[in-house]
């Protein structure tokens, strides 16, 4: 059974940090390459960040390049997304996906960022 399972999100101050985990199962992770996605209420699902298989390439939304950071460690089946210098337009439910033969997503998991 695929499973893909975010954690990490929560309510953060303006300028404050979170690092998002997606810890996933079921699939020959290390033959992904993962991306993680938000989506702000009304808005459409955009891409934040991608890794490649290896971890050896990665890219970033112009919005969010400089303050996050995509990262995976395929022993432990685990990608992260270091979000730092967070802004209120961060503000959305964030998604883990696999990109590869198949597709997969997680869940989701919010993020607000309000004072």
């Known amino acids: 059974q695929v499973q893909l399972v975010e954690s990490g999100g929560g309510l953060v101050q303006p300028g404050g940090s979170l690092r998002l985990s997606c810890a996933a199962s079921g699939f020959t992770f290390s033959s992904y390459a993962m991306r993680w996605f938000r989506q702000a209420p009304g808005k459409e699902r955009e891409l934040v960040a991608r890794?490649?298989?290896?971890?050896?390439?990665?890219n970033y939304a112009d919005s969010v390049k400089g303050r996050f950071t995509i990262s995976r460690d395929n022993a432990k089946n685990m990608v992260y997304l270091q979000m730092n210098s967070l802004k209120p337009e961060d503000t959305a439910v964030y998604y883990c996906?696999?990109?590869?033969?198949?597709?997969?997503w997680g869940q989701g998991t919010q993020v607000t960022v309000s004072s």
């Open positions: 890794i490649s298989t290896g971890g050896g390439a990665t």
């Open positions: 996906n696999a990109w590869g033969v198949y597709v997969y």
